[in-house]
């Protein structure tokens, strides 16, 4: 401390009042009462002096705090509350991630394509993050770095979900219009637009690891695949396996698919044999699907109104032998989708925090145990829109 700071202070302090007689009185009986008697006598003075001295602060201290020269805090220094980003930044290791809730979009990719609160209906990316379809009006529109549109294509009817074949060359999207909703496919350059199947659920399709068949829901609640090579449908009832059919998944470099019903996920890995599951009885509602590995599924869930249960992320392995429940992790907010990490068993979510309050996070259940709390959680973006709908897009 400089001289010159030092005897301003001092200064100050001299300006200050006085304690009364009264004041240091009642803090010298007040000290001396808490003293056992057999001890007042000894240690009196050096209280007293310790007392007046805190009272002489106090005093000191609600002068400045008057004067709004001194902020008085109490008690412990509580920590800030962390930040929570308000721009988009892509994961360490991956290509670009893209959500849509309350339809806007927020997107960011390693090439430098970036898009903050665009209107669209939907929007997926490329395998390698580069390009972005998406739905805008009643064309589908690829889009490229600097928010270049590369080409657009007027599908007659709002895009309600998009998917980019693995090997980039091909993209499967589903129209709704007056009659419903209708799967159709579509090169990657924008040319030679193909409708697969014109009765399809609105709903996002998946495709198989060569790039060959597409999976789908049918308005039934039927798992349905198409095959490109020999143009043939085949459907799977998996109704038994928590009810009717809402998502698909293929798993990453293997021919297994996913289906998730109402309340349970099915295991379809031949076509002449019988589908696995796992079901729940209907107590939960499961809002998203995907694959954590080749060897592993992940969903979202929340409870049916009426039960008293939190909402999970469960993951479930596929093995020789089928599908199980593998671990369980819980958290009190309503999820209202999830996807995989493409580089790492780390999944995005996307949780509910109010009526019209989204958070964008990367979630990571504990390992080893079956049943556990959600932790790992890691904000990457608040949105404040409307919580539905909503995707995400992780590459």
Known sequence: MSAELERRLRRAF????????????????????????????????????????????????????????????LGGRSSPAPRVPTRLVVPAGTNGIAVVAGGKLWLATRRGLRIEGMPVSTAELSPRGLFAAVGIGLSLVALAPGQRRAWTHDAGGRIVAIAWSPDGLKIAYVTRGSRGAALHMIEGDGDNDRLLDPRVAAEKPSWRADSLAIAYVRPAGLATVYDLGSGRRRSFDTRRCGGRARAVAYAPGRPRLAVAGGSGVALVERWNTRPTCVAFDRVLSISGLAWAGPRRIVT??????????????????????????????????????VTSSPRSHAVAVVIRRGPRELDLAVAVGSRGARMSRLNGIRPLLRLRVPPAPVSISWR
């Open 14 to 73: 001299d300006r200050l009042p006085e304690p009364g007689r009264d004041v240091s009185a009642r803090t010298r009986s007040t000290a001396l009462a808490a003293i056992p008697r057999a001890e007042r006598r000894r240690a009196a003075w050096p209280f007293v002096l310790v007392a007046a001295a805190a009272a002489v602060v106090g005093l000191t201290a609600a002068a400045l705090a008057a004067t709004g020269n001194l902020h008085v805090d």
């Open 300 to 337: 979202s869930d929340n409870p049916r109104p009426g039960i008293g249960a939190d909402s999970a992320l469960r993951w479930y392995d596929a093995g020789r032998h089928g599908i199980e429940s593998s671990r369980t992790a819980f958290t009190p907010r309503l999820l209202r989708t």
